[in-house]
């Protein structure tokens, strides 16, 4: 018999499902700073990214039940979770900007880079919050995140098609609104 350590993360959120805390733990020592990470690049905010991801890891505990292994990794269904919080805290702070703070990637730079990158990711951070909701989590996810246009489609409830149609408007506005400055920031052919 494999040990929880061992275990998928499928098998583990059976175990969740019976009530299984260490089950549940090491779950969320195998996955929480990576979607806290996820939280706090999307709303810019460490305090309400905390608040996010623990209120989707409640939602583990609680609708672990509701899981199906055959539908969906685990990874793929947290991050939807995950997403549809995030999605809502926006909406409640729907007239708030992207906070200043607001990094692109993951890995900062130096001073020294991150002075040279001001400007642009100013401009992206300014043009980003203009997007609707819907072209800005798809962004977000597909550029951002890195996940593949079908992986991004699931977690945003779409079909594939209509991801991609979010990503063509968005990439349009985006080029538009920077196509000005884009020897000044930088920034490839869009």
Same mark, same amino acid.
């Not at 001073?111 to 400007?119: D, H, K, N, V, W």
């Given at each position: 018999?494999?040990?929880?350590?061992?275990?998928?993360?499928?098998?583990?959120?059976?175990?969740?499902? =019976?009530?299984?805390? /260490?089950?549940?733990? *090491?779950?969320?020592? %195998?996955?929480?700073? $990576?979607? @806290? !990470?996820?939280?706090?690049?999307?709303?810019?905010?460490?305090?309400?990214?905390?608040?996010?991801?623990?209120?989707?890891?409640?939602?583990?505990?609680?609708?672990?039940?509701?899981?199906?292994?055959?539908?969906?990794?685990?990874?793929?269904?947290?991050?939807?979770?995950?997403?549809?919080?995030?999605?809502?805290?926006?909406?409640?702070?729907?007239?708030?900007?992207?906070?200043?703070?607001?990094?692109?990637?993951? =890995?900062?730079?130096? /001073?020294?880079?991150? *002075?040279?990158?001001? %400007?642009?990711?100013? $401009?992206? @951070? !300014?043009?980003?919050?203009?997007?609707?909701?819907?072209?800005?989590?798809?962004?977000?996810?597909?550029?951002?995140?890195?996940?593949?246009?079908?992986?991004?489609?699931?977690?945003?409830?779409?079909?594939?098609?209509?991801?991609?149609?979010?990503?063509?408007?968005?990439?349009?506005?985006?080029?538009?609104?920077?196509?000005?400055?884009?020897?000044?920031?930088?920034?490839?052919?869009?």
């Amino acid at each position: 018999m494999k040990t929880a350590d061992e275990r998928s993360d499928e098998s583990l959120m059976t175990a969740v499902a =019976d009530g299984d805390r /260490a089950a549940y733990a *090491l779950l969320v020592h %195998r996955h929480g700073l $990576k979607f @806290r !990470a996820l939280a706090i690049r999307i709303l810019g905010d460490a305090a309400l990214a905390d608040d996010v991801t623990q209120d989707a890891w409640t939602t583990v505990w609680h609708r672990a039940d509701r899981f199906d292994p055959a539908k969906a990794r685990f990874s793929t269904w947290f991050y939807r979770v995950v997403v549809n919080r995030v999605l809502d805290m926006r909406r409640i702070r729907r007239a708030d900007p992207l906070p200043e703070g607001f990094d692109m990637e993951d =890995d900062r730079p130096g /001073a020294e880079a991150g *002075l040279a990158l001001s %400007r642009r990711d100013e $401009k992206v @951070r !300014a043009v980003l919050d203009t997007l609707p909701e819907r072209q800005r989590m798809a962004v977000m996810l597909c550029y951002f995140e890195g996940l593949s246009n079908a992986a991004a489609a699931e977690m945003l409830g779409l079909h594939l098609k209509a991801l991609e149609s979010l990503l063509v408007r968005a990439r349009r506005r985006l080029r538009d609104a920077l196509c000005d400055d884009r020897d000044d920031l930088l920034l490839p052919h869009v």
